[in-house]
Antibody, heavy 121, light 110 residues
């Protein structure tokens, strides 16, 4: 059974940084691209970033480009999202999401339960 | 950049059939696959259709997907509606530089 467990969500002030983590199990982690998708409370889904299985390709939504960095450690079956210069509109549940083997097949299989990031003064 | 437009809400009675549309604003709907995700209140999304019309294992065949190039749209059809189908549904597609979700459709089973 695929399990994706996010951690690191917190309440922070605008301009601060935060790092989210996701620990994966139940599948061969290094065979799949991984992504972060977020959802502001009561709003729709927004793709944030993705990384290929070998970390050779990273892609970002325009809304986070230059502020967020996605990375992975295949030895630890872990995915990360380093967030800088956080803004109130970054407030959301952040989901860790399993992609496809081919990074260009940009669609998603299993989702984690999400971790909440709140940005407020 | 492109936008995927969904109706805000649809409704249907138990046992009936509903269809949710998803219209792509620019570029062909056939150029990249369309996916559909179901999100019940308080839960993470789950995939119900991928690659336009394929169902993940475990998703009942009451759920079906299609695309229509003449209207540049995709559709999710749910037949034999059940109360547990009540949820938000999101379509999703992509191009070379971005992943796009539709705004979501709230399905109410009356």
């Amino acid at each position: 059974e695929v399990q994706l467990v996010e951690s690191g969500g917190d309440s922070v002030q605008p301009g601060r940084s935060l790092r989210l983590s996701c620990t994966a199990s139940g599948f061969i982690f290094h065979d799949y691209a991984m992504h972060w998708v977020r959802q502001a409370p009561g709003k729709g889904l927004e793709w944030v970033a993705g990384v290929s299985w070998a970390s050779s390709t990273m892609m970002y939504a325009d809304s986070v480009k230059g502020r967020f960095a996605v990375s992975r450690d295949n030895d630890k079956n872990s995915l990360y999202l380093h967030m800088e210069s956080l803004r109130p509109d970054d407030t959301a549940f952040y989901y860790c999401v399993k992609g496809q083997h081919d990074f260009g097949d940009l669609y998603f299989g299993d989702w984690g339960q999400g971790t909440l990031v709140t940005v407020s003064s | 950049n492109f936008v995927l437009t969904q109706p805000r809400s649809v409704s249907g009675s138990p046992g009936k059939t509903v269809t949710i549309s998803c219209t792509r604003s620019r570029g062909s709907i056939a150029s990249n696959s369309v996916q559909w995700y179901q999100q019940r209140p308080g839960s993470a999304p789950i995939s119900v259709i991928y690659d336009d019309d394929r169902r993940p294992s475990g998703v009942p065949d009451r759920f079906s997907g299609s695309i229509d190039t003449s209207s540049n749209s995709a559709s999710l059809t749910i037949s034999g509606l059940r109360t547990e189908d009540e949820a938000d549904f999101y379509c999703q597609s992509f191009d070379a530089t971005e992943v796009v979700f539709g705004g979501g459709t709230k399905l109410t089973v009356l």
